[in-house]
């Protein structure tokens, strides 16, 4: 039996997936208060580290380049996060590695309904000139009305080498 593929089916195919819907990850930390920020265009499958492969399609620019760049939005009060109820977040600190991550933000504070910043590139560098995975580590609290007060979030983004053609 054979089977052939149309050009078209196979366009069509690829359009689809890359208008697909970005992924969102919670951060970690108190679930009551996880709602208050997200973080948009990433995704994890235990919200404590997100892993991509340099060149794949979670690397933004789809380049293989020996670093990762992560396309990140910072959302804030978002109300379909389940177990939580968004407060009015008031500030944003950035603890460790969340710098324009946190700039982006600041602009849409104070925050009473939901809102995202504009995506920030978030670049990871392969390590051993590209042989040896890269991480970086992102902390920010965010200060809101209502208990609880305070949303903490911590999570690292994983650059992985691509695997060598043979």
């Known amino acids: 039996m054979r089977f052939r593929v149309s050009v078209t089916g196979v366009a ?26 997200t973080f ?10 997100v892993q991509c492969v340099d060149g794949s399609t979670c690397d933004a620019d789809h ?20 177990g939580c109820t968004p407060g009015t977040v008031r500030r ?7 710098r ?10 104070p925050a009473s309904t939901p809102e995202c910043s504009a995506p ?12 040896q995975p890269g991480a970086r580590t ?3 609290v965010a200060f809101m009305d209502g208990h609880p007060g305070r949303d903490s979030d911590h999570f690292r983004l994983v650059c992985m080498p691509a695997s060598p053609t043979p």
């Open 92 to 98: 944003i600190r950035n603890v460790h590695g969340a």
């Open 63 to 82: 380049v293989a380049d020996k670093r990762c760049t992560f396309g990140v939005s910072m959302c804030l009060c978002q109300s379909d996060v389940a």
């Open 40 to 49: 948009e265009g990433i995704d994890s499958t235990n919200d404590r580290v």
């Open 120 to 131: 920030v590139s978030v670049v990871v560098r392969l390590r051993n000139n590209g042989t």
């Open 12 to 37: 069509t195919l690829v359009l689809c997936l890359a208008v697909a819907a970005p992924a969102r990850m919670l951060g970690g930390g108190d679930g009551r208060s996880d709602c208050n920020v």
């Open 100 to 109: 324009a991550l946190v700039a982006a933000a600041r602009g849409l504070l």
């Open 138 to 140: 992102i902390r920010t």
